[in-house]
DNA sequence: TCAGATTTGGCACTAAGTGACATAGCGGTC
DNA sequence: GACCGCTATGTCACTTAGTGCCAAATCTGA
């Protein structure tokens, strides 16, 4: 599918839009810089975006994704804090991917103070949520259509949603420092306390 | 105070605004369209708001916040059903609170279509989400800074979201018709399931 | 009624975003 | 390799979103 080459230009221009956004502020970075920054015309920016503040959010989809994409691969037998533990620390392979989750957590750090940077931050959250969807239905053996199944992906990514603002904003305005199994247990214990559904626990084995 | 003059004023345009954009679309919305159905110049409706999609955040903003006021008033003593089916009736007081509910309600119904509406409904829910935070650390006897609040408010604001999405869209899109009680129950149990702090069920009396 | 402060409008301007058409690149086919 | 159709991109003129600046209006209090 060349759907995915699109998205790769996309999140090819989110990268610079980022680090201005970052360096100057989302008022101070024009489209012109942005366009200029990943060498392409203004025209084909706008293309691929509808709004100046939407030029960032396929970084927040990948980062998001990705995490959700790691969830997809969590075994029935598992329960999340172990899971969690066990990948959390090789969810970022690449240098490229490192690089993409050092520029979305500065920029969740500026969610208090520059409203477009919420705004592209919730509306890829709610991309997150519904690819979520998908895999709490899965999990927990129930029809992604299904009212608590919705209920249960808005509630989790809520949370992680919540511990991610916490975390970024204590590390780039305060200054803190997480060692690697402190972000894993935050992010377990508040999945499994806002989860709706029981799907944090290891599931009885059931056929298929 | 006169900041909430300024609010009326927003407010205002805001109905004008959700008016426009649900008869036409935003696309097909223009700014001067807006500052003539209010009555205003465009200058003075570009000093109220950011960007024209902000000009509808005002009508969830206040939607929202009517339902967590409501939530404000909620005794100690009573459990969220109880509470939500006695008072949920009585929310919408005054024939504008009945046009700003429907007029919010048709325009949730169509976040799936329009980006612009969905940006600015989760922007609203985000203040929804923080006024939140104060009635939950008062019910729980807790402190607003407090991350379990936080996570508690995040995770019942969503809850509060799904249904809303779920009702709006059955309503406009598939013309279902809700009674009273059968909103009053889906969002008590949406709440209930969602809240991850023991809020939802009468609290042992304590002083103050 | 006057002074001072705040709010609004007018207008010129910059920047965001679109439409229409030309061009370049990129398989496939002969 | 020359030809073809297809899609992605660029160019440029244009509309609309959004800002800066100053003047007019409106509000406020003595």
Known sequence: MDQSKIEQG?????????????RDGVEKTSGDA??????????????????KEACIEPLFHVTGLRFVELLRAWPREVSIETYLHETLGSM?????????????AR???????????????L????QAE????????ARAGLNPDDFDVKLCAAAAM??????????CTATFTHGRRFEHPEVCDR??????????????????SQAG
Do not use: N
């Not at 970022?92 to 979305?104: F, M, N, S, Y």
């Open 10 to 22: 996309r999140l090819a221009v989110a990268r610079h839009a980022a680090e201005l956004f970052w």
């Open 34 to 51: 942005i366009a200029a920054a990943a060498g392409l015309s203004k025209r084909t920016v706008w293309r691929y975006f509808r709004s």
């Open 92 to 104: 970022l392979q690449t240098e490229q991917e490192i690089r993409d989750g050092v520029a979305a």
């Open 107 to 121: 920029l969740i750090s500026r969610l208090k103070t520059e409203p477009a940077i919420r705004c592209a931050y």
């Open 123 to 126: 509306m890829a959250s709610a």
């Open 130 to 137: 519904d690819a979520l969807v998908a895999i709490i239905a």
């Open 158 to 167: 809520a949370a992680v949603r919540v511990v991610d603002e916490d975390i």
């Open 187 to 204: 992010l377990a214990a508040a999945i499994r306390t806002a989860s709706t559904l029981p799907i944090c626990d290891p599931l009885a």
